[in-house]
């Protein structure tokens, strides 16, 4: 296997890392979701370390608050045991759950362990189990995932790992830079590794695999594999950016500053044969042949490194070098320890009958399962809670509605729609937030498109933001801001002008500072004033006509030439000879005058007019907008998935969601996850104004949904931070209808006000409304909201069967009626292949950041620095934090986050949901296990749970 | 001369090392006791005894502290720390002359917090050493703040005593070539060893094998007198550069 294969073979190992100005919540087990769940976890703890369950004793607490069923730990511990053949056993392991598993660590930690007289047996099973007297393969398991630096510095009192990583981190930091230094780095655009040959002057005529290869022959590495998977996991942050960038080519920084991960591989082993060239061990034979010579001195200096040695170790090898000795008494003393263990557990269990060394493998078959079963079982509880308060019951909605609103299936719209439900004639749907409706947003003023719609999806429609006012007022503020932001960044970013810039205008940045910290929401009202208020705006959504495109393109490439002219030529053309240039240039027209080879070079290179970036242009504008038939067909789409396809309410509000907080690099974590991490207000804004067309509603008509004329779709937007709505294009309201409008306004504000008051008491150091508001503007806090932390599963299915249920926050609610659904069931695939996909990486997002926040988390925020524009680390150097960041789900340390897969409810006969399974691209990690799946079959009165590969019936009804 | 040579074999490290160190009878508990207990006497002294400063010896006592200042980043026990500090700072003792008394007061009255730390470390982990109980920022934060405390001020952070005194003897002496590489060297010696230790013992990732332990109420009293006097000592410094400044 070439060296390529080698590296493809392991990088499913490194999650994916999306920038964070869009953060995606992704699983950072991605690549082990073609294993079980189970065994996925198992074989990422090998590679990571990391923990993957939650403590026994936190499941212990849940037990004894009987949130976790006995008789369900009792099924699920009888389950595993008869798997693993020990069902005998049942008692003795049932009482190590509750007993003996959650005190195991302590017993060790008691210092006496003379108290029992140590069987012999025992000893020698855990001295082979343990490999203590084998140190070979004991080495093998300590330095499993260690480099050769890293080796010598444990050995030789190096520091080299410090220095190689920092020199790895500030090259990749800088080359990956999208704009957050001031002086970026030259010559990007030959690619990684090239940048890096002339970055270090390192003279060497082939590419980065060449040199890799070259690199571990001289290492003399064995299993190539697994070095470059050790290598890979030294940074892992920036080892899955570069994995992202690389595998995605629209990434427009990769377009133009190609990376690669064979690239930041031959740049980490460039610094390791760097460092060791000089140092005594620098291939793993010379480190093999040490090993061998000083085994013991070797085996206590990494269990040193890795802080297993205990004090006293350490002592003794400042005083002594009789290593042999120390590691033996080392040795002695944990097997005594391991054997006290399983003595005290013993004494605990009152066990007669079994022998310690058999015990002693029972309890290490426990100790291996019993996070998994207490997992099951907490999520088994939550599962039969939920479909015993169900509503399973046929009562039709009669009632017309005032308003209906869809709001994002997000968990934190849950607490919103039962308050809206509350306050008066209202019914609420539930969807992504990109409604189905997939767009490249181009926002008013700004040049860069948005992808709104979940990572795994790519719209195919481009809408712009367009202003219906005049907006020179907005033109001119927004001039001044720009003008003093530029001159303020040069003030502070020119090496010379800081200290007379702090001296002379330092005390107006007081303002905010002290504004900020003492009075937020005075100073953010303040500043509000000087902000540029953007004007009214619409969007593109018709199609532009081939002469439209023609026009525009035109009209960009004459523009650019004139610009050009200015900027680079001392010649002055005429319009008719600037049409001839770029007619020259793009359809390779004589041209009938003398123009410079210089110039039409500068026009060709840089400010690319050339046939191939003509046909770019007529490619993308070709994607503005939608036809009729693609309007009418997203519309019917997203209504027939919510299940809405008649007995409109006159308003019908469609509800986009977004947070607001201050000084927050994880603020896109916050935003809508089906729209890539950013507002959802466009994909709704949009939808409603293609839903208030007419030739829309007529066309739809014909496919079965009328919509009446006195319907009003009225987009909306729900700041999730506050549970405020705000509302958009009301204008197209009449007087009279603007009037029974305003009853809904005011209703909405009501329910907002009571939503914040049943949040008060999930929020930590929050007592009033007021304090909830200040949280979205105080720029030192780091909890803004909870975001979706407690998220703990998803139901698919009408809102009546659940209505009545409060969730606290903790569930993804989508609307669905199976009954509108065809054979294929393809809405419930719709629902599968986005909402549920984004689902799952949430949730397992939150899973693992909140079991071990060191290895799939981003740490304590406090301690973060914005790196690169692309994502945060710690201080000055550190490797790129993936993850959840701890302030989002602990709290002062405890898990505030309950981990559990989703559980996902599914209101649907089990074909559709078979079917759908099968269409999906959700299918490997449904049929893995990294979801729950429940069906609930209203037609065949059971529910189902998807478990060990098969549909089990848990409920008749 | 004679004085200086007292006061040498009080503070200065050669003796500890020839004599007490290679001898397997003395732990490094008993060395740090025997030699505060000479820089107690030697402080004691030194207010009834005029100190001269005798450049050959501040020369040996300056590589000694040198020497020590090596093992000190090597070492990663608490109670080899404390006296290892103890000969860092013997130059001082014999450079600074009166102030020299007081300086080492406050440097002692700091090391006895920090061997009342290796004695809980000892009592509740099996060892005074730090390197294997980790993470105690995180676990047992007081300990943390007494620790952090102690080596600041070892490590001549003001508005600690140590460092106002070595402010206040800065302002009042002469300097010479000597000097200068002295007072720079051993400053950044009880700086970078004082750092090096409090980034190894209170900060990382807890140890899982460990039972955390936090200081129970008889455990505190010592550590709040010392930082009581160490308080004391600071005002009594701050007076001492204010004189000298107005």
């Known amino acids: 296997m070439g060296i390529v294969a080698k590296l493809d073979a392991i990088k499913g190992n490194v999650p994916h890392y999306w920038p964070i100005g869009s953060f995606i919540h992704h699983n950072p087990l991605k690549g082990f979701e073609y294993l079980n769940f189970k065994e996925g976890l198992s074989r990422a703890k090998k590679i990571y370390g990391g923990k993957v369950y939650m403590e026994p004793s936190y499941y212990l607490k849940f037990y004894h608050e009987e949130k976790i069923s006995h008789a369900i730990l009792e099924e699920n511990l009888k389950e595993v045991l008869e798997v693993d053949g020990l069902a005998q056993y049942y008692d003795l392991a049932m009482k190590c759950l509750l007993e003996v598993n959650p005190q195991w660590n302590e017993f060790r930690k008691q210092a006496d362990n003379k108290e029992h007289p140590i069987d012999k047996e025992l000893l020698d099973y855990l001295d082979d189990e343990f490999s203590y007297h084998n140190k070979e393969r004991w080495l093998k398991q300590l330095t499993k995932h260690m480099t050769l630096y890293e080796m010598n510095d444990i050995l030789f009192y190096r520091d080299d790992k410090e220095i190689i990583e920092k020199s790895i981190i500030e090259y990749i930091s800088r080359y990956l830079d999208e704009e957050q230094t001031t002086i970026a780095m030259q010559n990007r655009e030959l690619g990684m590794f090239e940048t890096f040959k002339l970055y270090e002057n390192f003279e060497y005529p082939y590419d980065s695999e060449r040199f890799v290869e070259e690199a571990l022959d001289k290492l003399h590495v064995k299993n190539k594999e697994r070095y470059l998977l050790t290598h890979l996991l030294k940074l892992h942050g920036w080892a899955g950016f570069i994995k992202y960038r690389s595998e995605d080519p629209t990434y427009y920084a990769q377009q133009q500053y190609p990376s690669s991960l064979m690239d930041y591989m031959a740049i980490r082993l460039y610094y390791e044969l760097a460092y060791l060239q000089h140092r005594e061990i620098n291939n793993f034979d010379l480190l093999h042949e040490y090993s061998l010579k000083n085994s013991s001195y070797v085996v206590l200096k990494v269990l040193k490194h890795n ?651 | 001369m004679i004085a200086n040579i007292v006061f040498f074999l009080l503070v200065g490290a050669l003796p500890y090392y020839i004599f007490l160190e290679k001898s397997e009878k003395f732990s490094s508990k008993f060395i740090f006791q025997l030699s505060a207990f000479l820089l107690t006497c030697a402080i004691v002294l030194s207010f009834f005894i005029e100190n001269e400063y005798s450049k050959t010896l501040v020369v040996i006592a300056y590589i000694s502290a040198m020497y020590s200042v090596y093992r000190a980043m090597k070492t990663t026990n608490f109670y080899k720390l404390a006296y290892y500090f103890i000969y860092i700072n013997a130059p001082f003792f014999l450079l600074f002359e009166e102030n020299g008394a007081f300086y080492s007061l406050s440097l002692l009255i700091s090391l006895f917090g920090l061997y009342a730390i290796a004695n809980f470390y000892e009592k509740h982990y099996g060892s005074a050493n730090y390197l294997y109980v980790r993470g105690i920022t995180l676990a047992t934060p007081l300990v943390g703040i007494y620790i952090t405390v102690y080596l600041i001020s070892i490590g001549l952070y003001p508005p600690l005593p140590n460092s106002l005194f070595f402010l206040a003897y800065v302002f009042d002496t002469e300097a010479d070539f000597l000097w200068y590489i002295i007072i720079i060297s051993i400053y950044c010696g009880n700086f970078l060893v004082s750092m090096k230790v409090l980034e190894k013992s209170i900060f990382g990732k807890t140890n899982p094998n460990i039972h955390y332990v936090d200081l129970n109420t008889k455990e505190k009293i010592p550590h709040f007198t010392i930082i009581v006097l160490l308080g004391l000592l600071s005002l009594y410094a701050t007076k001492e550069i204010f004189t000298w400044v107005l």
């Not at chain 1, 007019?609 to 504008?621: F, G, R, S, W």
């Not at chain 1, 008649?646 to 089906?674: I, T």
């Open chain 1, 307 to 957: 802080y297993n040695l205990p004090g006293k170790y350490i002592d003794l090898m400042e005083e002594s070098d009789n290593y042999d000795d120390i590691l033996e008494r080392y040795v002695q003393e944990e097997l005594q320890l391991d054997a006290k263990q399983v003595h005290l557990a013993n004494d605990i269990l009152k066990n007669r009958d079994i022998p310690l060394v058999e015990l002693a493998k029972i309890m290490e078959v426990l100790r291996e399962e019993e996070g998994y079963i207490w997992m099951k079982s907490l999520e088994d509880t939550y599962i039969h809670s939920f479909i015993n308060e169900m509503d399973l019951s046929d009562k039709p909605q009669t009632q017309r509605a005032l308003a209906s609103v869809t709001m994002c299936l997000d968990v934190r719209s849950e607490i919103m729609r039962r308050s809206i439900e509350k306050s008066g004639n209202y019914t609420t749907f539930g969807a992504g937030g990109f409604l189905g409706f997939p767009i490249a947003f181009v926002e008013f003023d700004k040049t860069n498109e948005q992808l709104l719609c979940p990572a795994v999806v790519k719209p195919g429609n481009i809408v712009f933001e367009i202003p219906k006012e005049i907006d020179s007022d907005y033109k001119s503020k927004k001039t001044v801001t720009k003008t003093t932001k530029k001159v303020i960044t040069d003030l502070k970013n020119n090496p010379f002008t800081p200290y007379i810039m702090v001296e002379a205008i330092g005390w107006f940045f007081g303002i905010n500072l002290f504004g900020k910290t003492f009075a937020p929401q005075k100073t953010e009202k303040f500043f509000a004033k000087f902000k540029a208020k953007k004007p009214q705006t619409t969007y593109t959504l018709d199609k532009l006509s081939d002469q439209e495109i023609m026009m525009y393109i035109n009209k960009l490439h004459i523009h650019l030439i004139h610009e050009a002219m200015v900027k680079e030529s001392s010649n002055q053309y005429t319009e008719e000879e600037i049409e001839a240039i770029r007619d020259y240039l793009v359809f390779g027209k004589e041209l009938s005058f003398d123009v410079s080879e210089n110039f039409l070079t500068v026009l060709k290179d840089e400010y690319q007019i050339t046939p191939d970036d003509y046909e770019l242009q007529k490619a993308k504008l070709a994607k503005v907008g939608f036809t009729l038939e693609e309007k009418v067909e997203y519309l019917y789409k997203f209504l027939t998935m919510i299940g809405q396809v008649d007995n409109f309410a006159e308003f019908v509000l469609l509800s986009g969601h977004v947070s607001r907080s201050d000084n927050n690099p994880f603020e896109s974590a916050l935003d809508c996850g089906a729209c890539g991490g950013k507002s959802s207000l466009p994909n709704n804004r949009a939808m409603c104004m293609i839903a208030n067309s007419k030739e829309v509603r007529e066309e739809i008509a014909k496919k079965g949904i009328v919509i009446p004329d006195d319907v009003k779709f009225i987009p909306t937007l729900h700041i999730t931070t506050t549970d405020e709505v705000e509302f958009y294009d009301t204008d197209i309201l009449t007087q009279e209808e603007m009037q029974r409008f305003s009853v809904v306004m005011e209703d909405f504000k009501k329910a907002s006000a009571n939503a914040r008051k049943e949040r008060i008491s999930q929020l930590p150091y929050t007592k009033t409304e007021n304090d909830i508001m200040v949280k979205s503007m105080d720029w030192s806090e780091t909890r803004p909201e909870w975001g979706l932390a407690g998220v703990m599963g998803v139901f698919a299915g009408p809102r009546k069967s659940v209505k009545h249920m409060a969730f606290g926050n903790r569930l993804f609610l989508h609307s669905y009626d199976a009954d509108l659904d065809n054979e294929n069931a393809d809405i419930l695939t719709r629902i599968f292949n986005g909402p549920l996909v984004v689902g799952e990486w949430i949730n397992l997002e939150h899973y693992f950041a909140t079991v071990d926040n060191v290895a799939y988390g981003a740490g304590s925020k406090v301690y973060h620095n914005v790196v690169s524009k692309v994502g945060v680390f710690n201080g000055n150097f550190s490797d790129l934090k993936i993850g959840l960041p701890t302030q989002s789900v602990l709290l002062e340390g405890e898990a505030y986050h309950e981990p559990v897969r989703l559980l996902t409810y599914m209101e649907a006969p089990l074909e559709t949901v078979g079917k759908a399974v099968e269409n999906s691209i959700a299918k490997e990690f449904i049929l893995n296990e990294w979801i729950r799946p429940i069906i609930i079959d209203k037609k065949a009165k059971k529910v189902y749970s998807y478990e060990s590969g098969d549909f089990k019936v848990i409920k008749e009804f």
